[in-house]
């Protein structure tokens, strides 16, 4: 199990010994002045030629949401922050302007494909 501290300044692996249950910490440090490698772009829903953009919880998953033809998202872009999965790269994003209210602000995976960037 992984544990994040809200600032991300570090983080702290946990295991547990299968022998006696006591659980075993191990520190893993990650420095704050570590450089990120990733950065939000804003980019819009283009190219659907019928249906919606899906958003999904995980790459390939079941959708909550669907974006339209010029909706608005910031995307997670860089290092670590996109998965290929069937063939389809998959972007990490988070809904400005979409066709709804009860969308906006929400947070999921979308085919890249159907993504116009800055």
């Given at each position: 199990?992984?544990?994040?501290?809200?600032?991300?300044?570090?983080?702290?692996?946990?295991?547990?010994?299968?022998?006696?249950?006591?659980?075993?910490?191990?520190?893993?440090?990650?420095?704050?002045?570590?450089?990120?490698?990733?950065?939000?772009?804003?980019?819009?829903?283009?190219?659907?030629?019928?249906?919606?953009?899906?958003?999904?919880?995980?790459?390939?998953?079941?959708?909550?949401?669907?974006?339209?033809?010029?909706?608005?998202?910031?995307?997670?872009?860089?290092?670590?922050?996109?998965?290929?999965?069937?063939?389809?790269?998959?972007?990490?994003?988070?809904?400005v302007q979409g066709p709804n209210s009860q969308v906006?602000?929400?947070?999921?995976?979308?085919?890249?494909?159907?993504?116009?960037?800055?």
């Amino acid at each position: 199990m992984k544990i994040h501290n809200i600032l991300g300044s570090c983080s702290i692996t946990a295991s547990v010994l299968l022998a006696t249950s006591i659980p075993f910490i191990t520190p893993s440090i990650e420095p704050a002045t570590a450089q990120r490698t990733w950065s939000w772009r804003t980019c819009r829903v283009s190219g659907l030629q019928q249906g919606r953009l899906a958003v999904r919880p995980e790459p390939g998953g079941e959708p909550f949401a669907g974006l339209d033809n010029g909706n608005i998202v910031e995307a997670m872009i860089g290092t670590g922050k996109f998965i290929h999965h069937n063939n389809i790269l998959w972007y990490y994003v988070r809904v400005v302007q979409g066709p709804n209210s009860q969308v906006n602000g929400r947070e999921g995976w979308v085919n890249a494909d159907y993504l116009t960037c800055e």
